[in-house]
C-alpha cells in the first residue's frame, strides 16, 4: 500500500532500502514502460517512490488524501508522509517487492475523513530501461463492497456451522454424487465420520448404516435425479460403541440454474426413544405383562388370520383351539396371596411354552385362563400330542416359599372345521367344551360338539 494515502498512520516503512537514493537527484519519469502502467491504473489511487521511498509521481486521487496539491507530494519521503505504526506491519510487503516481486494483498484502511474502507493494495517493481530497479509503483483500488460481502458471506458461515454443531439434530452435507463434504459435531458423535477421513466417500458406503441402504438409498437418488426436492426417511444406525438408534432424515436438494442437483443437505433427528416408547405401547396393547404372552385381542386377530388362511388355502387344512382353566388356583391366592399366585401364572405360561410346539402360540385371556393356538399341520395325532404333553406339565408342583402347590388344568378343545364359526363362536365353543371338563373333574378334556 506504498504511496496510498489510505491514512496519516499509513502504509510504508521507516526502513530505508537504498541510502544512496535518498541523496541523489530524484529520476525523471520518462520511461516508456513506466508510463503505460501508469496509464493502466485509471480510478486507482497511485503513487511512485524511488529506492530511497521518496515520492516521485502521485496522481490527483493520491493528492486529495493528502488536502495538499500534487507538487507539493514530490521528493517527500514516504515515512514523512505515514506514522510508524504501519511501517512494522508493511515492512514484509515493501521488501518483497524491492526484490521484484510484484505484490497485492488487501487492508482496512482508514480514510481521512475517518471511514474504515476495504483496498487492494498492487505494489509493482519499476525497472529502468536498461532493468535496473528504480523503485516501486503503488496503487490501491476500494473493494470495500465486496470485502464486506466476503466478511458477511465468512460470518454467516461460520454461524451456520455454529448452529449446525449446537443443533439437536445430526446435518451431514453432500455432493451431486453423495459424497460426504461436511458432516456436524452431532453426527461425528452419531456415526464416527470425520471429514478429513470420509469426505469424498459416498454415505450410503459409510460405517453405521444399519438398515440396508434401500429405503435411504432411493429416497437420496430422487434427490439426485431431480425428482424431488424434499423427501423424508426413516432408517436404523449404529452408534460407533455399537448401540443401535433409529434416526429420520430429513433431506433436501440444492439445484442450479438449469436445475441440476449440485448439494444435498440432511438432517437427522433420533427419534430412538420416541420408536422404543410406542414399541413399548405396542407391545402393552399386544402382550399380557404378566406373563410376557399374547392377550385375548392378539390372539383374536391371529386366530382370525389362521381362520382366513385355511378358508383360502385349495389344501384346506385344520384350526385347533386349546381353552385352558386352572384347576386348584383359588386356593393359592386364597392361602398364599396375590403375589404367590402371580408367581404361579407365571410358572404356568412358562410351563404351557414348553409344551407347545415352537409354531404353536401360547395366550393368557385373564385370570387363571389361557389359549393354546395350533394352525401349522395340524392333526387329530398332534392335538393329542399336544394336550399329553400339557397334562404333563402340570405333574410336578410348584414350589413356593411357603411350600409346594399342585394344580391342575381342565381343557376344552374346538377344532376348525369340525366346528364352524367366526372366531368368537370358535372361542366360545372351546369355552363351553373347558366347563364341561370341568364338570367332569380336574385335569380332564372335553372337545366342542360338532354341529349335526
Known amino acids: 500500500m506504498v504511496g496510498t494515502p489510505l491514512s496519516r498512520e499509513g502504509l510504508c516503512t521507516m526502513i530505508l532500502f537504498d541510502a544512496e537514493a535518498c541523496d541523489g537527484p530524484l529520476p525523471v519519469l520518462t520511461d516508456s514502460a513506466l508510463l503505460a502502467v501508469l496509464g493502466q491504473l485509471q480510478g486507482a489511487t497511485v503513487a511512485v517512490v524511488d529506492r530511497g521511498l521518496r515520492v516521485v509521481y502521485v496522481n490527483a486521487s493520491f493528492a486529495r488524501w493528502f488536502g495538499v496539491p500534487g507538487h507539493e507530494l514530490i521528493g517527500r519521503r514516504l515515512p514523512d508522509l505515514y506514522g510508524a505504526v504501519a511501517a512494522a506491519a508493511f515492512r514484509p510487503h515493501l521488501e518483497r517487492a524491492f526484490t521484484g516481486e510484484k505484490v497485492t494483498y488487501q487492508r482496512l484502511v482508514q480514510e481521512p475523513g475517518g471511514r474504515s474502507v476495504w483496498h487492494t493494495i498492487s505494489l509493482v517493481p519499476w525497472f529502468s530501461e536498461r532493468g535496473e530497479l528504480q523503485g516501486l509503483i503503488s496503487s490501491a483500488l ?12 465468512r460470518d454467516a458461515h461460520q454461524r451456520l456451522r455454529a448452529h449446525m454443531d449446537n443443533s439437536p439434530l445430526a446435518v451431514v452435507e453432500m455432493d451431486a454424487d453423495l459424497a460426504l463434504v461436511h458432516v456436524s459435531s452431532r453426527g461425528q458423535q452419531w456415526f464416527g465420520w470425520r471429514v478429513e477421513q470420509h469426505a469424498g466417500r459416498s454415505v450410503l458406503d459409510l460405517p453405521g448404516l444399519e438398515t440396508p441402504a434401500g429405503p435411504l438409498a432411493e429416497a437420496l437418488r430422487r434427490l439426485q435425479a431431480g425428482q424431488e426436492l424434499q423427501n423424508r426417511v426413516e432408517a436404523t444406525h449404529r452408534h460407533p460403541d455399537g448401540s443401535l438408534f433409529h434416526g429420520v432424515w430429513f433431506n433436501s436438494a440444492l439445484l442450479d440454474a438449469q436445475g441440476r442437483t449440485v448439494s444435498i443437505m440432511a438432517q437427522i433427528e433420533d427419534v430412538t426413544e420416541l420408536v422404543e416408547s410406542t414399541q413399548r405401547l405396542r407391545d402393552l396393547a399386544r402382550f399380557d405383562t404378566l406373563t410376557g404372552l399374547i392377550n385375548r385381542g392378539a390372539l383374536m386377530a391371529q386366530v382370525d388370520q389362521s381362520l382366513s388362511r385355511v378358508r383360502g388355502s385349495p389344501q384346506g387344512g385344520q384350526v385347533a383351539l386349546l381353552f385352558l382353566d386352572l384347576d386348584g388356583f383359588k386356593l393359592v391366592n386364597d392361602l398364599h396371596g396375590h403375589r404367590a399366585g402371580d408367581e404361579v401364572l407365571q410358572w404356568v405360561a412358562r410351563r404351557l411354552a414348553s409344551a407347545v410346539r415352537q409354531t404353536d402360540t401360547v395366550a393368557r385371556l385373564g385370570g387363571d385362563e389361557f389359549v393354546v393356538l395350533l ?56 369355552d363351553q367344551a373347558m366347563y364341561e371338563a370341568k364338570r367332569a373333574g380336574k385335569g380332564m378334556v372335553r372337545y366342542a360338539e360338532v354341529a349335526a
Not at 476500494?142 to 458471506?153: D, F, G, K, R, Y
Open 142 to 153: 476500494p473493494v470495500h463492497e465486496l470485502q464486506s460481502t466476503n466478511e458477511a458471506l
Open 375 to 430: 394352525d401349522n399341520a395340524v392333526s387329530d395325532a398332534v392335538v393329542q400330542q399336544v394336550l399329553s404333553r400339557i397334562l404333563a406339565a402340570f405333574d410336578d408342583p410348584f414350589v413356593l416359599p411357603q411350600g409346594p402347590v399342585r394344580l391342575g388344568v381342565s381343557v376344552g378343545v374346538a377344532v376348525y372345521p369340525q366346528v364352524e364359526g367366526t372366531v368368537d363362536e370358535l372361542v366360545g365353543c372351546a
